[in-house]
């Protein structure tokens, strides 16, 4: 069965740290990867995707996340966060028998501190 | 502009007592998905539904059930609520034609059992 590990459940970092958000998944087949952030008090949207060419893929906000595939990673970076990056952030794996179904990580809380 | 609305957007109810909640998208997506999200466990998949009359069971899916009479409603029942069901609920819906897969979230259903 798919899973879908995130390695921090909470994280706390000043303004212009830089972050990392670690995400990696269990699945052979071909994976179509994404991440999603989820404000206070709103739905969650997306921030990024992956379905196939380079591995390096930039989404919104200035936020990018690199595909390994031999490390079956996908993890999320950005150079400097800022305080309206305060969001909890989930990362979701899709294979490609799963049908349509997506698995979500256990996601991880940002606070970025002013 | 097209969307995903749930209502209501808060419940309290009594254990024991039926408890529908509604979701309704104007996207025309084929896929509909029920999630709830708990802390520590991220979003879990309860019931899902790949067009009309489809309905599939997900991982969390007992004292829960889901009927697909159109493309834009998937309304999730909880048969007789118990405590263990408070949670926030949230519907999501995708477009399995554009082949991206990427979910559109509504804003959730916070549902408090007593």
């Known amino acids: 069965a798919q899973s879908v590990s995130q390695h921090n459940h909470h994280v706390i970092l000043s303004e212009a740290a830089s972050l990392e958000l670690g995400c990696n998944y269990s699945y052979g087949g071909t994976v179509n990867l994404f991440w999603y952030v989820q404000y206070p008090g709103q739905h969650l949207q997306l921030l990024l995707k992956y379905f196939s060419g380079d591995p390096l893929v930039k989404g919104i906000k200035g936020f990018e996340a690199e595909f390994i595939k031999s490390k079956f990673s996908f993890n999320l970076r950005k150079p400097s966060v800022q305080w309206s990056d305060t969001a909890e952030y989930f990362c979701?794996?899709?294979?490609?028998?799963?049908?349509?179904?997506?698995?979500f990580g256990a996601g991880t809380r940002l606070f970025v501190k002013a | 502009d097209a969307e995903i609305t749930q209502s209501p957007r808060h419940k309290i109810t009594e254990t024991g007592r039926q408890v529908t909640l509604a979701c309704h998208q104007t996207?025309?997506?084929?896929?509909m998905f029920w999630y709830r999200q708990d802390l520590g466990h991220g979003l879990r998949l309860i019931h899902y539904s790949y067009g009309v009359q489809d309905t599939n069971k997900g991982e969390v899916s007992d004292g829960y059930s889901v009927s697909r009479s159109n493309t834009e409603d998937l309304p999730l029942t909880l048969e007789s609520a118990a405590s263990s069901q408070t949670s926030v609920y949230f519907c999501?819906?995708?477009?399995?034609?554009?082949?991206?897969?990427?979910?559109?979230f509504g804003p959730g259903t916070r549902l408090t059992v007593l």
């Open positions: 999501a819906s995708s477009d399995p034609g554009t082949g991206h897969n990427e979910q559109f």
């Open positions: 979701a794996v899709r294979g490609g028998t799963g049908g349509f179904k997506t698995i």
């Open positions: 996207w025309n997506h084929n896929n």
